[in-house]
């Protein structure tokens, strides 16, 4: 790719096509194979880069911890200037978008159960007999004064 974009900077060639495949770590210390599809085209004294990157990356669910898997899809869009353009590095860009479009918690479902917090069993695969009733905590401690 460094030819490329060196012929893209003289002029020689005004476009470059991205296809590439690149593997990338995740803000999660994986590392991922992205899929980027788009291209680099000289407009006038800029290169415009547009992309779309895909990746999926594995995870736990953060209710029920299991299994999961996140999809990430990054439309990507920025001016380059030419001069800059020989030190352009599409994994590093990669890698901060991957940080940026990182989710703070993954669900495997948005109504994932999640885990009974007494007995600890999965609620999405079956039910148990445990105290069902949420009690306000503040709710709780009067309770108690009350049951004295
Ligand atoms: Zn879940
Ligand atoms: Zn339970």
């Not at 992205?34 to 990157?53: N, W, Y």
């Not at 911890?65 to 990430?72: E, R």
């Not at 001069?83 to 599409?90: G, Y």
């Not at 994932?112 to 709710?139: F, K, S, V, W, Y």
């Amino acid at each position: 790719m460094k030819e490329q974009l060196r012929d893209l900077a003289r002029g020689v060639i005004t476009q470059i096509e991205l296809n590439e495949r690149l593997m990338v770590e995740t803000p999660f210390d994986n590392r991922v194979p992205v899929e980027v599809t788009g291209a680099l085209t000289r407009e006038g004294k800029q290169i415009l880069l547009r992309f779309l990157a895909r990746a999926v990356e594995d995870q736990s669910c953060s209710r029920c911890l299991g299994d999961t898997k996140f999809l990430y899809e990054i439309p990507y869009e920025e001016v380059v200037e030419i001069e800059q353009i020989e030190t352009f590095d599409l994994s590093e860009v990669l890698r901060q978008e991957l940080q940026l479009a990182a989710p703070m918690r993954v669900l495997c479902d948005e109504d994932c159960q999640g885990l009974c917090p007494h007995c600890g069993i999965n609620l999405n695969e079956a039910t148990c007999d445990c105290e069902t009733e949420q009690i306000d905590p503040r709710l709780s401690a009067l309770k108690r004064l009350l049951d004295e």
